[in-house]
């Protein structure tokens, strides 16, 4: 088993900044990849950004260019970088950590963009 614990969500005006951070504990193999996805009101939910251990990065259209992922290996934590947040970006942000092993799940964290 692996757990997640989340933080860093909230609320922000647009244009502003937030970043979120996911720490894994557990079952954790040096072998792994960490992300964030995403479920807007009445959306499916959608990857973000993902990082594996080697360095190699993922992110969505939507984000690329205003979102930055990066991890420390020796924390097993994962860290998400907005900026320039939109309204759309509103949604509950999940952590996702996957190995050879399988998938697990954060409890999800809000991040509401609004004036």
């Known amino acids: 088993q692996v757990q997640l614990v989340e933080s860093g969500g909230g609320l922000v005006q647009p244009g502003g900044s937030l970043r979120l951070s996911c720490a894994a504990s557990?079952?954790?193999?040096?072998?792994?990849?960490m992300g964030w996805y995403r479920r807007a009101p009445g959306n499916q939910r959608e990857l973000v950004a993902a990082?594996?251990?080697?360095?190699?990065?993922n992110y969505a259209d939507s984000v690329r260019g205003r979102f930055t992922i990066s991890r420390d290996n020796v924390k097993k934590t994962v860290y998400l970088q907005m900026d320039s947040l939109k309204p759309e970006d509103t949604a509950v942000y999940y952590c996702r950590y996957t190995n050879s092993q399988g998938g697990y799940w954060g409890q999800g964290t809000q991040v509401t963009v609004s004036s």
């Open positions: 557990g079952n954790i193999f040096r072998i792994d990849t």
């Open positions: 990082m594996s251990s080697g360095g190699s990065t």
